[in-house]
């Protein structure tokens, strides 16, 4: 069954840093794009960043600067490195993956379970 499993939330202070993590757990042929989304409460989700396989990356125009998005091919992990944060960057950071399970097959999403980042002082 494969999963998407976050890591590294927590509480910054405003001008800090915080990296989280997303690793795919189970077998799958390989990896469309993955990205992170985030949900402020009574907000809407919304898209921060997206890593394609091309390599292509796509931020949210109030992150970009300080957000970056990264990948470790070889553990299917990939990565947001989260700088100079704001307390408006607070919200529960949802992994998201497009993955091709088997070979021959549509490319299917999964998200992670969310992790929570909050920005304050």
């Known amino acids: 069954q494969v999963q998407l499993v976050e890591s590294g939330g927590g509480l910054v202070q405003p001008g800090g840093s915080l990296r989280l993590s997303c690793a795919v757990s189970?077998?799958?042929?390989?990896?469309?794009?993955m990205g992170w989304y985030r949900q402020a409460p009574g907000k809407q989700r919304e898209l921060v960043a997206r890593l394609h396989h091309s390599d292509t990356t796509n931020y949210a125009d109030s992150v970009k600067g300080r957000f970056t998005i990264s990948r470790d091919s070889a553990k299917n992990t990939v990565y947001l490195q989260m700088n100079s944060l704001k307390p408006e960057d607070t919200a529960v950071y949802y992994c998201?993956?497009?993955?091709?399970?088997?070979?021959?097959?549509?490319?299917?999403?999964?998200w992670g379970q969310g992790t929570q980042v909050t920005v304050s002082s």
């Open positions: 189970g077998s799958i042929f390989s990896i469309n794009y």
């Open positions: 998201q993956g497009n993955l091709y399970v088997r070979l021959g097959d549509a490319p299917s999403d999964y």
